[in-house]
């Protein structure tokens, strides 16, 4: 197994990632790109938008134009009730889940 198992993780949870930053608050494509690029999460911004085109189709995220002082019109996403929903579920998960695979790859399982 000589895959790139940063990359098969990443792409697992970058949708939630995306999620749990736009909680927070709305942004444009360029912006939301850059947090994720910072932190690891995706390669460039062409990477984003198919997610965000996902998300959207799915009714996670919704859109909306937004003057931009420093040029042209920007297109900002910002979450739906449902991707909150989604959010919240994904939370409530991902804390068992990542306690179970770190107590199994690091041999610290209680069985």
Known sequence: MTADVG???????????????LSR???YGWQLSETLIERGLIASIGTLYPVLSRLRAQGLVITYDEQSA????RKYYRLT?????QLDSFRT???PFTRTVNELVRGTDND
């Open 25 to 27: 608050e709305a942004m």
């Open 93 to 95: 998960q991902w804390g």
């Open 81 to 85: 009730d449902a991707g909150t929903q």
């Open 7 to 21: 990359a098969q993780l990443r792409k697992g949870v970058v949708e939630y990632c995306i999620l749990g930053v």
């Open 70 to 73: 420093a040029g042209p019109v």
